[in-house]
């Protein structure tokens, strides 16, 4: 171990990587039009067993075009799971749009589906207008469940899509759904490329339907809404979101070695169970027994006053034991009422493929289970939950 820093997930560019690269400098195709784009697309829509892919400039522009091929627009709610990563929100506000809030489920650490059909019943019952569309996030790797979500969305005609820029590989194991990959059973999916995620193309992203006409649209809106012809002609506004030759390149090598890489997230995941087993306060990430999950980040819900400390001690510990920076990502730090209770703090551990790196920051978390050192921060975080209480303006 020794680069300055532990990383939280790094980019694996091996394979045919450069192959591809040099591919493209010889003929000259750098841009946003060239063979690796249309291949990359292909063999994209064939992986995860879509009709169609679209490739773009990240996933958060993949949401952006989803949220305009529904329609979206000024004045228009759309919900979204409180537990996410904010890209599943901006793209929301940039068309004007307003996002509402809907809590996470135990099981999953996705949406919860009832508050959905909940709140659709609500506001049918009340005569009062329904959101626009709902967007359902596959959070760190796993399936949201989708069954109940869509028979609410069905029922009142409100459209539905599916965010799974941190899912890529996540399959249903049961039900309805078996066999199916994330990302393919709404109307429209969306996929991140972002060098943290389980394949890169250094940044990019990926819309996938089976509807040929929102799969033209969106190629169409990711290219500056240009008409076909020698003059820049545009019917409409649109953006320069299309994906390089380049990026696609390293796409098509990347998508190429994503079965061994999930085989290495499951192996990652393995150790962490193995090295956690048993640890009060630690709760493992989900693993619905209908779902293949990808495990893309390892993450777990920490009860501060069962493990005896919160996030930011645990972060100070694992760089004071390694003696360097260790990067962990804060999932849930929002009050009770907004985090219902799905995790009192959570953090991603690191996620790469070396048992060192694992098996350290495993031992380390679980020091903090000496029971007699246990016992005086759970007094010491008592105490200091009773004070801050009563220091509280009533």
Wanted: charged share 25%; with cysteine; aromatic share 8%.
């Amino acid at each position: 171990m020794s680069e300055a820093r532990i990383p939280l997930s790094e980019p694996c560019l091996t394979g045919r990587t450069r192959d591809y690269l040099d591919e493209c400098v010889r003929s000259n195709y750098v841009s946003a039009v060239g063979p690796f784009v249309d291949r990359f697309e292909r063999e994209f829509a064939a992986y995860v067993g879509s009709r169609f892919a679209v490739a773009c400039a990240s996933g958060t522009a993949a949401i952006h075009v989803a949220l305009r091929l529904l329609g979206v627009g000024p004045g228009d709610e759309v919900l979204v799971p409180t537990l996410t990563f904010v890209a599943s929100a901006n793209p929301i506000l940039y068309e004007r749009a307003a996002p509402v809030l809907v809590d996470a489920e135990r099981e999953t650490w996705n949406m919860d589906p009832e508050l959905v059909a909940e709140e659709l019943d609500r506001r049918a019952r009340k005569g009062l207008r329904q959101p626009k569309a709902v967007e359902a996030v596959h959070i760190l790797g796993h399936p949201a469940r989708l069954e109940p979500l869509a028979e609410a969305c069905t029922r009142h005609g409100v459209a539905w899509f599916e965010d799974a820029s941190e899912a890529l590989g996540a399959r249903y194991a049961d039900g309805p759904y078996i066999g199916r990959h994330v990302g393919t059973i709404g109307r429209l999916g969306c996929y991140s490329f972002n060098g943290n995620k389980i394949i890169t193309t250094g940044g990019g992203g990926m819309i996938t339907t089976d509807d040929p006409a929102l799969a033209r649209r969106a190629k169409h809106l990711t290219t500056q809404a240009r008409l076909p012809g020698p003059e820049y002609r545009h019917d409409e506004v649109g953006y320069n979101y299309r994906l390089s030759n380049l990026a696609a390149a390293v796409g098509v090598a990347q998508l190429e070695q994503l079965p061994e890489f999930l085989a290495a997230k499951r192996r990652i995941a393995a150790r962490y169970d193995e090295g956690l087993a048993g640890l009060p306060g630690v709760t493992a990430p989900p693993r619905a027994r209908w779902a293949e999950p990808s495990l893309w980040l390892y993450s777990v819900g920490i009860d501060a006053l069962l493990f005896g400390r919160g996030w930011r001690a645990l972060v100070a510990e694992l760089e004071a034991a390694s003696g360097r920076g260790v990067d962990l990502v804060v999932l849930n730090d929002a009050p009770p009422l907004l985090a219902h209770e799905v995790v009192a703090d959570g953090t991603c551990l690191v996620c790469r493929d070396e048992d060192e790196r694992v098996r350290f920051v495993a031992r380390t978390v679980s020091r903090y289970l000496d029971t007699a050192h246990l016992r005086r921060v759970q007094h010491a975080y008592l105490r200091e939950r009773t004070e801050a209480r009563r220091a509280r303006p009533r």
